[in-house]
């Protein structure tokens, strides 16, 4: 039986990421289930963009 993981992204999370990718109108009015598979993929996409940048600061 599989088990639904929780959210990993904090809701402030991808609700600023839908804002910088442009489609957060859509979630504002239909909600998560309305965007794009491609708007879905591209906010993981920037979210890792996003952690790799963090992690590369810590780094040095």
Excluded: C, P
Excluded at 18 to 39: C, H, M, N, P, S
Aim: aromatic fraction near 4%; charged fraction near 30%.
């Amino acid at each position: 039986m599989a088990r639904r993981r929780s959210g990993m992204m904090s809701e402030q999370m991808k609700m600023e990421l839908a804002k910088e990718l442009g489609f957060y109108e859509t979630v504002q009015r239909d909600g998560w289930g309305a965007i794009r598979a491609q708007d879905a993929g591209n906010m993981v996409k920037r979210a890792i963009q996003i952690a790799q940048q963090k992690l590369s600061q810590k780094q040095h």
